[in-house]
């Protein structure tokens, strides 16, 4: 019997993904050239999707890279000459600040305890920042960043580019793409995706802050800079070749989740949520580790458990169900429920009965 995966990542693949696999064998995807009319078709469509889907203007340009986490170095070799900013409150954040020291940079970070938001009008972010990095869902600790407040950062600081990881929220989010710069993810998250891709969306002001650094003689790195991406990209080609195959599967499966409709996938997204909640909230198995609710990501609920984590985690395999452990230090103590599109209300109804039998 096939397992259903509640986990954070790589996750549960969409419904649809396997007939796409088959059809992509059928077109021969595995070898065509990434040079010619028919990956330049798909690249295409894949923009198109991932524009009507998450709202993206035509201002945006949306670039493929090989993760999330290859993104997070792009970003700050084609924006920051010394400075970002940085909110941290989990392992992914922490990683993209620790990046930008890496590189050399000067980077501020604003941390919080692990489980924590931010009240975000309470950062001064220091005037020499070109890069502000927000992780919009810290998919380590359950703790989402409302959208808003992401917006709120341009009024203060409308010199620095705004960066957001969005990794483990698309296609949730509404961003309003005026106030923000840069919105990146891969696909093994909500997307439903087998791992490999990273999907970076990018405005002009990126694009001549590269052009910018680059013309000072700093590095912005090689084939994947962005004035790189964006000659290739302007005729819906990659500097390298690319994953194909991902590219494919994500052009088909945005296709799918745009005939279910974006407002759909959110309104479901929102219900399965409450109920993961309110039955976290009342079973003695579980607690739910994020206190304030506003703060709680409606994508990956994550919960105290009041056994170990492990024990919860085995009974529930033994019915195919696979859960996610707590991330890193709370891997014995903690469960992480990813509520991803690729799973039905109908299996998160499935997954709640399985726990309230344990
Ligand atoms: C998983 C994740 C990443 C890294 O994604 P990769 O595809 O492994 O590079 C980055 N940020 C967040 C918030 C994530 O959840």
């Known amino acids: 019997m096939s397992k259903i995966f509640f986990t954070p990542g790589p996750a549960q693949l969409y419904p649809t993904v396997e007939s796409h696999v088959f059809n992509a064998l059928k077109e021969n995807i595995g070898s065509i050239s990434h ?19 998450l709202g993206v203007p035509q201002d945006f340009k949306i670039f493929f890279t090989g993760s999330a986490t290859e993104i997070w170095e792009r970003i700050l070799q084609n924006t920051v000459e ?18 930008s020291t890496e590189l050399g940079n000067t980077a501020t970070k604003f941390e919080v305890p692990f ?20 992780t919009h869902n810290e998919t380590s600790s359950g703790v989402m960043m409302p959208a808003n407040d992401i917006h709120t950062l341009r009024a203060k600081n409308p010199n620095a580019i705004i960066a957001v990881d969005a990794v483990s929220s698309v296609p949730y989010p509404q961003f309003d793409f005026t106030a923000i710069d840069s919105v990146f993810f891969s696909v093994q998250k909500g997307m439903g995706l087998p791992a490999g891709l990273g999907v970076w969306m990018v405005n002009d002001r990126c694009i001549e802050k590269a052009n910018a650094l680059k013309a000072k003689g700093k590095s912005i790195g090689t084939y994947h800079s962005l004035p790189s991406l964006l000659s290739n990209g302007s005729k819906f080609e990659t500097p390298s070749t690319p994953n194909v195959f991902g590219i494919y599967l994500l052009a088909k499966v945005t296709g799918d989740m745009l005939q279910k409709g974006a407002d759909t996938i959110r309104k479901e997204t929102d219900l399965k949520a409450s109920k ?58 903690q469960v992480r429920i990813a509520n991803f599109p690729a799973v039905s209300v109908e299996q998160v109804d499935w997954l709640i009965e399985e726990l309230s039998k344990v």
């Open 35 to 53: 040079r010619g009319k028919q990956f330049q078709v798909i690249y295409q469509e894949a923009d198109q999707n991932i524009r009507a889907l």
């Open 82 to 99: 010394s400075h970002s900013t940085h909110f941290v409150n989990g392992s992914f954040s922490k990683k993209f600040y620790e990046f």
């Open 115 to 134: 489980g924590s938001g931010f009240d975000i009008n309470t950062y001064e972010i220091p005037s020499e920042t070109e890069l502000i990095c927000v």
């Open 276 to 333: 993961l909640y309110a039955f976290a909230e009342k079973s003695p198995l579980l607690d739910i580790f994020v206190q304030n609710p506003a703060h709680r990501s409606p994508t990956v609920v994550v919960a105290n458990t009041t056994g170990e984590a492990s024990d919860l985690i085995a009974k529930l395999k033994t019915k195919n169900i696979v859960l996610g452990a707590g991330y890193g230090n709370y891997k014995d103590k």
